[in-house]
C-alpha cells in the first residue's frame, strides 16, 4: 500500500478519497460536540425555564441524529466521484489502443 507522501508526490492515485474521510470524521467530532453542548445548555436551561429546557434536551440528539445521516450522505457523494473517476480510467486502460491516422481523425470542435 503507498504511502500518503508517495500518493502525494505521484499522481497515479488520487489524494480525494483520502481526505474525504479525515472531513468526515473531523465532522463527526464537531457535531456530537454540538450535541454535548446542545443537551448542556438544556440542562442549563431547565431551572429558568423547564419547557424550553427540556425542549432543548430532546431535540439535540434528535437534530444530531439527522445530521449524522446528511454529513455521511454528502461525504459519500464526494467519494462516488472520486471512485468514478477512478474507474473510468480502469476502464480506458481496458479498452483496445486506437489507430491515429490523419484520415480517420475527426476535426476538433472549436
Given amino acids: 500500500m503507498q504511502s500518503i507522501l508517495q500518493r502525494f508526490w505521484g499522481f497515479d492515485k488520487l ?4 481526505l474525504v474521510k479525515i472531513i468526515y470524521y473531523l465532522g463527526l467530532a464537531g457535531i456530537g460536540l454540538a450535541v454535548f453542548f446542545g443537551v448542556m445548555g438544556g440542562l442549563f436551561a431547565l431551572p429558568s425555564n423547564a419547557i424550553r429546557g427540556l425542549f432543548v434536551v430532546l ?35 481496458r479498452l483496445p489502443p486506437r489507430e491515429s491516422t490523419a484520415a480517420s481523425a475527426e476535426p476538433p470542435l472549436f
Fill in 15 to 18: 489524494l480525494g478519497p483520502i
Fill in 59 to 93: 431535540l439535540s440528539p434528535v437534530l444530531g441524529a439527522v445530521a449524522l445521516v446528511y454529513w455521511r450522505f454528502l461525504c459519500e457523494i464526494f467519494i462516488l466521484a472520486f471512485e468514478t473517476y477512478e474507474r473510468l480510467g480502469e476502464i480506458r486502460d
